[in-house]
T-cell receptor, first 114, second 116 residues
Framework: GENVEQHPSTLSVQEGDSAVIKCTYS??????FPWYKQELGKRPQLIID?????GEKKDQRIAVTLNKTAKHFSLHITETQPEDSAVYFC?????????????FGKGTHLIIQP | DVKVTQSSRYLVKRTGEKVFLECVQD?????MFWYRQDPGLGLRLIYF???????EKGDIPEGYSVSREKKERFSLILESASTNQTSMYLC???????????????FGSGTRLTVV
């Protein structure tokens, strides 16, 4: 089955700096790579996702890059703000219509230092 | 917006009790999932279902079973609760639009189960 590794487990950055979180996956059949943000006590919320036919996707301060050959994808947050503090999860799965479920990384606790 | 509702936010149960966690979604999604979330382990898939009365084991099904009698409802059952099942349980549903190809997942708010 799929295996997703996520690094780092904790990331502390100064407000205004950029943050990068990296994930690798093992199953070449995976074609859907979402990122979730989970604030304390709340459900994971999708912040951005990318399909395998795209190498990069951007939404304001958030971008995701995908390297299918190397089987890794990354989340980039620029101009970080205090409200970016949360736990971020990457995931990999197949969106071909079946319900195989997503495989999640173990999470990155992002801390924005004022 | 899709709504995925989990019936209980917090539950405390005794060891050996049979526990039911309920999840309901309101958007006619085919696929539903149960995950458990533990610190340092991320979200791990327990069971999923792609249709009524259909179920598949995920990565950690031991000690759990599920029921999908109606499309909108997916129940997780702990046959005999144990302390190592103390965790946050998250339900999710997913959709795939045949027209747009758009795919997405929506999570419930979670049920924090404590087994004493």
């Amino acid at each position: 089955g799929e295996n997703v590794e996520q690094h780092p487990s904790t990331l502390s950055v100064q407000e205004g700096d950029s943050a990068v979180i990296k994930c690798t996956y093992s199953d070449s059949a995976s074609n859907y790579f979402p990122w979730y943000k989970q604030e304390l006590g709340k459900r994971p919320q999708l912040i951005i996702d990318i399909r395998s036919n795209v190498g990069e996707k951007k939404d304001q301060r958030i971008a995701v890059t995908l390297n299918k050959t190397a089987k890794h994808f990354s989340l980039h947050i620029t101009e970080t703000q205090p409200e970016d503090s949360a736990v971020y999860f990457c995931a990999a799965g197949y969106s071909g219509g079946g319900a195989d479920g997503l495989t999640f990384g173990k999470g990155t606790h992002l801390i924005i230092q004022p | 917006d899709v709504k995925v509702t989990q019936s209980s936010r917090y539950l405390v149960k005794r060891t050996g009790e049979k526990v039911f966690l309920e999840c309901v979604q309101d958007m006619d999604h085919e696929n539903m999932f149960w995950y458990r979330q533990d610190p340092g382990l991320g979200l791990r898939l327990i069971y999923f279902s792609y249709d009524v009365k259909m179920k598949e084991k995920g990565d950690i099904p031991e000690g759990y079973s599920v029921s999908r009698e109606k499309k909108e409802r997916f129940s997780l059952i702990l046959e005999s609760a144990s302390t190592n099942q103390t965790s946050m349980y998250l339900c999710a549903s997913s959709y795939l639009s045949q027209n747009t190809g758009k795919y997405g997942y929506t999570f419930g708010s979670g049920t924090r189960l404590t087994v004493v």
